[in-house]
């Protein structure tokens, strides 16, 4: 009888004990037209093509390729060359309101409609609800994380 070590992380993780969830890992595509693939292949089938910037999370990463979820859930793979360290989010809601500081009472600076893709500024603190954003007009501010996807 053989026996399977199951590492710890992930007991704890599928046990839900606190701090032991997996990161994410999200990427943002890096040229104006991306294609997505059923396989890891350039000789699958082209599932569809995105734009730049688009955010992605890596689900499952193998030599050259990136199987990825888009907002939407659905999954595909791509060339990780493809694929750029710089982080985006995209509205996930009808609209999200950009604060000039993390907190609801201060002034509005812009709002974002549905699908509108925004660069992170910084990463989230431990605990916030809130992320620092930019536009590429130039505008940015702080955004409310239930609000995005791609984080």
Excluded: C
Excluded at 68 to 93: F, M, P, S
Excluded at 114 to 129: A, F, K, M, R
């Amino acid at each position: 009888m053989r026996v399977r070590l199951v590492p710890l992380v992930f007991l704890a993780w599928a046990f839900g004990l606190p701090g032991a969830a997996p990161a994410l890992d999200f990427r943002a595509t890096a040229e104006a037209a991306t294609v997505l693939y059923d396989a890891p292949s350039l000789k699958a089938k082209p599932a569809f093509v995105i734009g730049r910037d688009y955010p992605l999370e890596i689900v499952v990463s193998v030599e050259g390729w990136a199987k990825v979820r888009d907002a939407t859930g659905a999954l595909a793979w791509i060339e990780k060359k493809a694929l750029t360290e710089r982080r985006t989010v995209i509205v996930k809601t009808p609209q999200a309101e950009v604060f000039v500081a993390p907190d609801a009472s201060s002034s509005v600076v812009f709002r974002a409609e549905q699908n509108v893709l925004l660069e992170i500024q910084e990463l989230p603190s431990p605990g916030s609800s809130w992320l620092r954003v930019r536009h590429r007009d130039g505008q940015s501010g702080f955004a409310r994380m239930q609000q995005l996807w791609g984080f």
